[in-house]
Each structure stands twice: as C-alpha cells, then as structure tokens.
C-alpha cells in the first residue's frame, strides 16, 4: 500500500493538506510545507522532514523520467541534508531517504508507484497553480515531467 500527501505549512507552524488549502501561502517563492510517503506502513519521508514543498516537489518530477530510463534516480531536499532515492529492482522499485536519523526503505510495485507519484503530483501542481497563479508555468512544467 503506497500513500502520497502533500501538506502546506501555515504561518502558525501546523500542517495542512494542500487539497484542503484556500489561502495562499505568504511567500510565493519559499513555499514551506511536506509530502509524506508511506509503503506498506513505513514512513519514507513525513512533516518532520518539511522543506520547500514545491521544489521538492519538482525534484521528484524530474526523477519519474530517469527512473524509467536509467533505472535509478536520486535527488536532495532543496534545503536539508536529505537524499530521496529510487531505484528499480525487477517490477519492484525500492524507495529510500537518507538523512542524519538514518535510512527508511521500502520496496513496493514500481508501476503502482509511478502512478501514484503521478496522481498525488498532478494533483499538487493543480492546485498550486490555483493558490499561486503567477508560478503556473513552472508548475505546468513540473506537472508535464512528471507524467511524461
């Protein structure tokens, strides 16, 4: 079982789904916020690891078409130590985070986890691009890598 959720960080700290965000965020440039994986109940990544959401969420973007090509992709968090990697193993990909806590792994489907990643970014990218209309080209372009 995979899960995919994108989390906004309000200005008081607190995590908000990102469906469930009307407001904008306050700086259209550093959007603070998470997204959590989880497979088979192990937590990859999650709001303790927050960073700036939509650039995270463009690295792992652009990580879809290497994984499908080269067979591995790895990326860092744009602003912590933290290294987010998949590699393909058969029809399994393993899916790795790398911080200074240590390293969580998990193996599952690589194509239920390619489609996953696809709907939960495609799903972020929407809505951000209504949240923060002025960044809808760069999201468009995210958005366009993740499903190509």
């Given at each position: 079982?995979?899960?995919?959720?994108?989390?906004?960080?309000?200005?008081?700290?607190?995590?908000?789904?990102?469906?469930?965000?009307?407001?904008?965020?306050?700086d259209a440039d550093y959007v603070e916020g998470a997204?959590?994986?989880?497979?088979?109940?192990?937590?990859?990544?999650?709001?303790?690891?927050?960073?700036?959401?939509?650039?995270?969420?463009?690295?792992?973007?652009?990580?879809?078409?290497?994984?499908?090509?080269?067979?591995?992709?790895?990326?860092?968090?744009?602003?912590?130590?933290?290294?987010?990697?998949?590699?393909?193993?058969?029809?399994?990909?393993?899916?790795?985070?790398?911080?200074?806590?240590?390293?969580?792994?998990?193996?599952?489907?690589?194509?239920?986890?390619?489609?996953?990643?696809?709907?939960?970014?495609?799903?972020?990218?929407?809505?951000?691009?209504?949240?923060?209309?002025?960044?809808?080209?760069?999201?468009?372009?995210?958005?366009?890598?993740?499903?190509?």
């Amino acid at each position: 079982m995979i899960e995919i959720e994108t989390y906004l960080r309000a200005s008081d700290g607190k995590f908000v789904q990102v469906d469930a965000c009307a407001a904008r965020p306050a700086d259209a440039d550093y959007v603070e916020g998470a997204v959590r994986i989880a497979i088979h109940g192990v937590e990859i990544i999650g709001v303790s690891e927050w960073d700036y959401v939509d650039q995270l969420w463009a690295y792992v973007a652009s990580m879809i078409p290497q994984l499908s090509t080269a067979g591995y992709a790895s990326t860092y968090f744009p602003d912590q130590p933290i290294e987010l990697s998949f590699r393909r193993q058969g029809s399994q990909v393993l899916v790795s985070a790398k911080s200074s806590n240590g390293v969580k792994r998990a193996s599952v489907s690589m194509s239920e986890f390619v489609a996953s990643l696809r709907d939960a970014g495609a799903a972020f990218f929407g809505k951000m691009s209504e949240l923060l209309p002025e960044n809808e080209d760069s999201y468009s372009e995210s958005r366009r890598e993740l499903l190509s």
